[in-house]
């Protein structure tokens, strides 16, 4: 059977390069990175060369502004309630947006427990905040904004250094989640004015399990996870040598070929809109029209249901997403789609696909094709479609 992966958005293969740089790390330089011998210095040195990579591509002042998790769901709970919890004393005021990812939506409600008020900005029809709502709710005693820098279902793309200007106006600290933004668009923290952020080294061709949390220097965090003295006394835990070498090499390559790559993203992705929208009816394109990342097209197929759609894809070798990864067992419409003011019954139809560099034409072809025949069927059965609608 043909197998064409169309769900990049949730997590990527780890490409050769990224491998190659992580291998010698499991069995050749396996010491523990905190270790004083010969062996842990070793492993050390490939820690920092990761951080060192890091902080380049995303223009930190310092190298030690990058803090090693176990991913995106740690950093932003990380810089969530870690930050939260530092500045209590200003005040209890968070906001952050009503299409955020759970990672931080559920870290928000569970500081809601403790006392903490959390503000949700709602978003337009394309999904972006607005920024004179943002201005009119912030207080005396906010004290963190977090709004995401790509939505990881849609793919639109905020407004993030504006945003980060206003807060820094009524100085308020931002953080924004950018696990989706890393590898799709050129991120400067200094020159975005970002004083947190998120990032995940499996959307970029890296290893899973592994992530980090830029914080800038003078921004006070409390820790999240116990246990020990690593990375600087603010994360406990024995580094993950080889997967942190992966991200590093992973995050350096995401910028050397970013231009090429959302080249190539950006023809495949038209193609592939002017194909279904040439040959399948009755379709509904979500995200901003033009602010938008170039691997992610988000489609609400109407009077069918996403789940059912992307059973039949499967059935033919093609891999889709009905929403996030994170909330695929869900049975409920993607909040993101509710906030943006889609309809239920248009949002249970919906499908994400998301294109990986390795995508081609003939690829496409073959999607839309089975995508075709599968909607076909699915209408030729509905009751909405029998009802009327045709």
């Given at each position: 059977m043909r197998k064409v992966y169309l769900d990049n958005a949730a997590t990527t293969?780890?490409?050769?390069?990224?491998?190659?740089?992580?291998?010698?790390?499991?069995?050749?330089i396996y010491g523990n990175a905190n270790s004083l011998h010969s062996f842990g210095r070793e492993a050390s040195n490939i820690v920092d060369r990761a951080r060192d990579r890091i902080a380049t591509a995303i223009g930190a002042a310092k190298s030690n502004e990058i803090y090693f998790t176990s991913g995106g769901t740690e950093a932003d709970n990380w810089a969530i309630k870690g930050i939260a919890h530092a500045y209590a004393n200003k005040g209890k005021h968070i906001i952050t947006s009503a299409i955020e990812h759970h990672a931080v939506l559920e870290a928000c409600a569970q500081l809601e427990k403790e006392g903490y008020e959390v503000t949700y900005l709602p978003v337009d029809k394309f999904g972006l905040v607005s920024l004179p709502d943002l201005i009119h709710e912030i207080k005396k005693d906010t004290t963190l904004v977090s709004i995401m820098a790509v939505n990881n279902e849609v793919g639109t793309i905020q407004n993030i250094k504006a945003i980060a200007k206003?807060?820094?106006?009524?100085?308020?600290?931002?953080?924004?989640?950018?696990?989706?933004?890393?590898?799709?668009?050129?991120?400067?923290?200094?020159?975005?004015?970002?004083?947190?952020?998120?990032?995940?080294?499996?959307?970029?061709?890296g290893p899973k399990g592994v992530g980090a949390l830029y914080l800038k220097n003078g921004i006070r965090i409390e820790p999240l996870i116990a246990g020990g003295a690593q990375e600087r006394n603010k994360r406990g835990g024995t580094l993950n040598v080889p997967a942190i070498a992966g991200f590093g090499k992973a995050v350096e390559i995401?910028?050397?070929?970013?231009?090429?790559?959302?080249?190539?993203?950006?023809?495949?992705?038209?193609?592939?809109?002017?194909?279904?929208?040439?040959?399948?009816?009755?379709?509904?394109?979500?995200?901003?029209?033009?602010?938008?990342?170039?691997?992610t097209v988000h489609i609400s197929f109407e009077m069918i249901e996403g789940e059912s759609i992307l059973m039949l894809l499967d059935l033919e070798g093609v891999a889709v997403s009905t929403a996030s990864a994170c909330t695929s067992n869900s049975l409920q419409p993607s909040h993101v789609l509710r906030a943006m003011g889609i309809p239920d019954e248009i949002a249970q139809g919906s499908i994400r696909f998301s294109f990986g560099?390795?995508?081609?034409?003939?690829?496409?072809?073959?999607?839309?094709d089975v995508l075709e025949k599968a909607v076909e069927q699915l209408r030729s059965i509905s009751p909405i479609t029998k009802a009327g609608r045709k």
């Open positions: 293969f780890v490409s050769s390069e990224v491998l190659a740089e992580m291998l010698p790390c499991f069995n050749t206003i807060c820094h106006e009524y100085g308020v600290i931002f953080h924004t989640d950018a696990v989706q933004g890393l590898g799709s668009l050129r991120l400067n923290v200094q020159d975005m004015e970002i004083d947190a952020m998120s990032i995940s080294g499996h959307k970029i061709y995401a910028v050397r070929d970013l231009a090429i790559n959302q080249q190539k993203l950006k023809a495949v992705r038209e193609y592939f809109i002017a194909k279904v929208t040439e040959r399948i009816p009755y379709i509904q394109i979500n995200g901003h029209p033009h602010q938008k990342i170039q691997g560099k390795n995508i081609s034409k003939d690829d496409v072809d073959y999607v839309v």
